[in-house]
């Protein structure tokens, strides 16, 4: 297999010759064919392609993951990693670790998030530069980064410079985000979150920076929300605001009206998708690597989505399971999911994680090795060496992984069972339960043939409520974990998995399905033999319009023996769509508040977050936006988007 992976990767192919060996792979689908090859097909910087179609990475990656896995015992063979995610069917290596994992051609980092940041301390001009060329340095590897702007002085507090007062958070987001729209250039990646405090006294300003047209359009914006404020929003009560946040002698603080900020949050959100919110008081209860925050573990921020709560200086990786694979005759009353088999590829899949994060250490090893051997003296290259340096120290000390899940809106319809309704909840539950209990015991597993990771300590996570629910559950597992610790710090999370549901030809993530069926349009030549003219533009172009079904709604009607070949009208689809396990289950028509339901029920079970956008319809009020933000805090979500259907363009 490792002379054909090596033939392999020496063969070159043009651009027509991957896209017409992908189009094949994909059974037509050219959307994701196009998707694979521009990301995802190895490639030089000339633009020479090594990889026909996606069989040619599994490989790739299969040999890389095997030859970590021979240092250690049980290993996993080549083939067996290969048949495991081959097809995009059971276990997806996501974005950075699929498109890095054994490319030589570009110096990046496996990791999809990074967060960065000094601490309380960083308030100096000095320092917010220094995140400002951390911040550009990770993305031009391809990372996508957080950082959290409370240290920042508030507007108008007095500095020892020659402006004497500080200007605040806003001109500082506006920096971040432009270094971040300079680094998205060329195919490269930037993606930012920036967050604050909402016990900042300049939140509000935070809040409103994003609402001036053109304004940080290169970040997304989410306010961490504590407990104390929380509870003063449903008792309509004061708050108080401090510099440094929440200090027992502060230098600065005011007491607000809760509900004037509230409202402006709600608004905000309401009318631009932002500000994002984040629970911090839950996020850091319920956090594992917390249990460790005096040892430099503390969370400070979030990835660009939200589902990786990290401390400065760590990242993650990311994986998904394919939940729609493990349902047994799908779409027919002899439905069933089978969870022996996804009890077994769970633990496959942590273990898979745990081998990418040796491959990553390679990868930062390379980068350090570029660093030191670029012409330009040691002092410009000093931040970045630094940063590389404790990015690597964290990696090899916590060995965090993220391993998540996509399809869960498609396993659902598989079964009969209507997303966003109770069964569908509590099946739901279910399943993310049995994977973190899976996920924890193939870690336990690790820990005892490879090591804990470096300071794991039991009594530090005594009474840490993730671990106590895994204690009620499996309480073997929890006596095994107690005796031999665990190989990685924490384990999972869910992510969007926006490109990678493309390829499993499923839906994304958590979410559900955002439409089963729809029309899209093909400029064709009137004058052609055979063609359809059903539109003509304002320009007189000509357009045939042809439906494209949802993959797992077509297999849906194929099942159930109705023709997917035939132009139906709307009221046609209406009707098909009306007997299926969709309807009443896509993103714009699940009931809100059982989705937020959900996500708590399920954010138990999930030791990072949950990226998850709540999509409401355009004609949906502030008060519903309001309602479901508070239903998020009360059920226990990390964290939570609104999406109001055409408040961004």
């Given at each position: 297999m490792e002379a054909i992976a090596l033939a392999k990767k020496i063969k070159t192919y043009t651009y027509d010759e991957a896209i017409q060996s992908s189009l094949q792979y994909f059974e037509g689908d050219d959307l994701a064919a196009k998707v694979w090859v521009s990301k995802y097909a190895l490639k030089d910087s000339d633009g020479n392609i090594y990889e026909q179609?996606?069989?040619d990475m599994h490989y790739r990656i299969a040999s890389e993951i095997a030859r970590v896995e021979a240092k250690y015992p049980n290993a996993l063979s080549e083939q067996k990693v290969f048949d495991l995610i081959k097809k995009f069917k059971y276990i997806i290596p996501q974005g950075s670790p699929m498109t890095g994992i054994g490319n030589n051609f570009q110096i990046a980092s496996l990791s999809n998030c990074f967060v960065i940041g000094s601490g309380t301390q960083s308030d100096s001009y000095g320092s917010i530069m220094k995140i400002d060329e951390e911040q550009v340095q990770l993305m031009k590897r391809r990372g996508g980064v957080g950082h959290d702007l409370s240290h920042i002085r508030p507007k108008g507090s007095a500095v020892k410079n020659s402006a004497l007062t500080s200007t605040g958070l806003v001109p500082f987001m506006e920096r971040y985000s432009n270094s971040t729209r300079e680094v998205a250039q060329d195919g490269r990646r930037g993606a930012l979150m920036l967050s604050v405090s909402v016990n900042h006294p300049d939140s509000e300003d935070f809040v409103d920076a994003k609402l001036e047209q053109g304004k940080i359009t290169g970040a997304n914006i989410s306010?961490?929300?504590?407990?104390?404020?929380?509870?003063?929003?449903?008792?309509?009560?004061?708050?108080?605001?401090?510099?440094?946040?929440h200090s027992a002698n502060p230098k600065f603080q005011k007491e607000i009206r809760v509900t004037d900020l509230w409202n402006k949050i709600i608004h905000n959100a309401w009318k631009s998708a932002e500000p994002g919110i984040l629970f911090g008081d839950t996020i850091i209860n319920e956090s594992l690597p917390d249990c460790y925050a005096d040892l430099g573990y503390e969370t400070v921020s979030t990835n660009p989505c939200g589902e990786i709560p990290?401390?400065?200086y760590d990242s993650c990786r990311l994986l998904a399971v394919n939940l729609f694979s493990y349902v047994e005759n799908p779409f027919t009353k002899k439905a069933k999911f089978n969870f022996e088999l996804f009890k077994e590829h769970v633990g496959y899949a942590q273990r898979m994680m745990d081998d990418i994060i040796d491959l990553e250490i390679e990868k930062i090893d390379a980068i350090l090795a570029k660093i030191e051997s670029d012409p330009e003296g040691e002092e410009i290259k000093a931040t970045e060496k630094n940063l590389w340096t404790k990015i690597r120290h964290k990696t090899i000390e916590g060995r965090r992984t993220g391993v998540g899940i996509t399809a869960e809106g498609d396993m659902l319809a598989a079964l009969g069972i209507q997303y966003g309704s109770k069964e569908g909840n509590e099946f739901s539950t279910l399943v993310?339960?049995?994977l973190a209990l899976a996920?924890?015991?193939?870690?336990?597993e690790m820990?005892?043939?490879?090591?804990?990771?470096a300071i794991y300590d039991a009594?530090?996570?005594?009474?840490?409520?993730?671990i106590l629910r895994m204690k009620e559950a499996d309480p073997e597992l929890y006596e095994d974990l107690k005796k031999h610790g665990r190989r990685n710090i924490a384990l999972l999370t869910i992510a969007p998995t926006g490109s990678t549901s493309l390829m499993s030809q499923t839906s994304s993530g958590i979410e559900p399905v955002f439409m089963p069926v729809y029309k899209r349009r093909r400029k064709v030549n009137p004058n052609d033999q055979d063609s359809r003219v059903d539109f003509v533009d304002e320009v007189g172009d000509s357009w045939e319009e042809y439906l494209v079904f949802h993959h797992r709604f077509k297999e849906w009607m194929e099942v159930n023996g109705i023709d997917t070949d035939k132009n139906y009208s709307q009221e046609e689809l209406n009707k098909i769509i009306e007997q299926s396990p969709y309807y009443k289950a896509t993103s714009n028509d699940v009931d809100w508040l059982s989705k937020v339901e959900m996500q708590g029920a399920i954010q138990k079970w999930v030791d990072h977050s949950i990226s998850v956008t709540i999509n409401v319809p355009n004609d949906a009020t502030e008060e519903l936006v309001n309602q479901l933000y508070i239903k998020a805090w009360e059920v226990g979500c990390k964290g939570v988007t609104v999406y109001r259907d055409g408040s961004r363009s």
């Open positions: 179609n996606p069989d306010v961490r929300i504590d407990d104390e404020f929380m509870k003063a929003v449903v008792n309509k009560e004061n708050y108080i605001q401090k510099y440094p946040i990290l401390c400065p993310h339960k049995t996920a924890y015991r193939s870690s336990v820990a005892k043939e490879r090591g804990a990771f009594k530090r996570e005594a009474n840490n409520p993730f």
